[in-house]
């Protein structure tokens, strides 16, 4: 059992986080739910790989090539975005044999911001070499489960306990012998399994999701005609006055963009304005909005940094005041709505969900609201919007270097492709949407129940009847312990669940298994 031995270990520790009452409570609280170890006394192998430079990838194919992820690949909930990860030479995984990721592996970002943890799923990419500033770990399968470790670390009190052992020079660090000494609750096996399986699910339809905006991709690209090949610069060697549209500037006149155009006449398709489909509301400022107005409670401001993937980050939202929020009714947002970025990282396109409060776009947003609900699907736009179809479109009409900014009357002219299949187009992305929403939640879910056991809101044994009712089919109580889930904890009087809808989480997830199974 792991003890704060205060008086013992000051000789050694003398930086005041170390001490820090937060994280004494919860070593306190820890020692009295169960058996308190240590997360090195969990791992079968662990590995840092220190890379002598990165050699340069340039003039080598992709198939000469392999992924290599950094903790930026990895967002706050532990999800792991192999697309964006950077490359190397296929070499390194002969140079750096250890390097190289395998599925279930816990990876703890150790140097940096050392806030992130992934694990990597069965889906990774071949050849995955993991960044020198994860450490890497597999654990022992007879003893932990790996997903319910990944949420006790992601947990508040797993982030206290972490984080106080970090050394604070040029660049924020932790060495293995200060990793391994991180104390981890090891409960029963089926109380493991209870909060592991919230992860796995989280990964389940996280995969779900990307499977669904890839399909939607490739068939809008097939539809098109679309490749990359379409923004090739060198093809564009004259410019005919017809195609000016009136404007001599080069950036308007950018080869992405005419590349773009001769596509669209080349391929015969058809093709309408952006304002034509729906109507834009945007503002410059907002009748003095200013961070006093901001309050704990009230209507949510949303400003462009809240939202990514098709999820928005509900709990990055700030509030506003009410009577400000009511002076600003043509920006007010609602279910099915378009939110447009027009200002700083411009071009990113967001379906408004079905909101559990009010909402109105923010100063750098533009709110797109369909002028006919059935004329065009609002996720097939969402998937155009966000697409370099538009994109390029969207960088030649915007204007400003240090804060790009793109007008209400250019948004309008912005061309959007119209083309068969665009509702199954919309569903796929509408599926991507949703599963990538609950997985979210899922994983707050799994951090929620971690916290909720140290602060003794709930019991392991809840836990283990739970997992058995589940194994004998019975989701009864699986389904009361989700219900009282909130971001506050368990059981807390007047805070809001987590899940709005438990059996429409369990219907996703019967979806999800058996897109998973016809692959």
Do not use: C
Request: charged share 25%; hydrophobic share 40%.
């Amino acid at each position: 059992m792991y003890k704060v031995r205060v008086l013992q270990e000051i000789n050694d520790r003398l930086d005041a986080e170390y001490y820090n009452p937060a994280a004494l409570s919860t070593l306190k609280k820890m020692e009295t739910k169960g058996t308190v170890t240590t997360f090195g006394d969990l791992v079968d192998e662990g590995y840092r790989v220190v890379y002598h430079g990165a050699d340069s990838i340039y003039g080598l194919k992709d198939s000469e090539t392999l992924p290599f992820l950094s903790p930026t690949q990895i967002d706050a909930n532990g999800s792991i975005s192999f697309e964006d990860a950077e490359k190397l030479p296929l070499y390194y995984k002969d140079k750096y044999p250890k390097g190289l990721g395998k599925a279930g592996e816990v990876l703890v970002e150790v140097k940096g911001n050392v806030s992130k943890v992934g694990i990597i799923p069965s889906t990774f990419p071949k050849n995955l070499m993991i960044s020198g500033s994860l450490y890497k770990a597999t654990l022992d399968p007879k003893r932990v489960d790996s997903h319910y470790v990944l949420a006790f670390l992601k947990s508040k009190h797993g982030q206290i306990l972490k984080n106080r052992l970090t050394s604070n020079t040029i660049i924020n660090y932790i060495a293995k012998e200060a990793l391994y000494s991180i104390p981890v609750i090891e409960l029963k096996e089926k109380a493991q399994k209870y909060i592991g399986d919230k992860v796995r699910q989280a990964e389940q339809l996280r995969a779900w999701a990307k499977r669904s905006e890839k399909r939607a991709l490739e068939l809008f690209n097939k539809q098109v005609d679309w490749s990359f090949e379409v923004l090739k610069a060198g093809k564009i060697n004259k410019v005919l006055v017809s195609e000016l549209n009136g404007r001599l500037d080069l950036k308007y006149n950018s080869p992405a963009r005419l590349a773009l155009l001769r596509h669209i006449k080349n391929k015969k398709i058809t093709t309408t304005e952006l304002v034509r489909l729906v109507n834009i509301s945007a503002m410059i400022g907002w009748k003095g909005l200013t961070t006093e107005y901001y309050t704990d409670f009230g209507p949510w401001l949303l400003r462009g940094v809240e939202f990514r993937d098709g999820v928005i980050e509900f709990e990055k939202l700030v509030s506003v005041d009410r009577d400000k929020y009511l002076e600003q009714p043509q920006i007010h947002l609602k279910e099915g709505d378009i939110a447009f970025s027009k200002d700083g990282t411009i071009g990113k396109a967001i379906v408004i969900p079905e909101l559990a409060n009010d909402m109105a776009a923010g100063s750098t947003i533009a709110r797109l609201r369909l002028k006919k609900v059935n004329e065009i699907n609002p996720y097939y736009l969402e998937l155009v919007l966000n697409h370099d179809f538009v994109q390029v479109q969207v960088e030649s009409f915007a204007t400003g270097i240090a804060q790009p900014h793109i007008t209400q009357e250019w948004i309008a002219q912005l061309i959007i492709p119209r083309i068969k299949y665009e509702q199954v187009i919309g569903e796929y992305l509408s599926i991507h949407h949703l599963a990538n929403y609950n997985s979210k939640i899922l994983i707050q879910a799994a951090k929620t129940l971690v916290e909720s056991l140290i602060e003794g809101q709930l019991t392991e044994q809840q836990l283990i009847q739970a997992q058995q009712a589940l194994e004998d089919g019975d989701n009864s109580l699986d389904q009361a312990i989700l219900s009282k889930l909130s971001a506050e904890g368990y059981a807390i009087e007047g805070a809001t669940p987590l899940f709005s809808d438990v059996d429409e989480l369990y219907s996703l997830l019967e979806e999800a298994a058996q897109a998973e199974a016809e692959e």
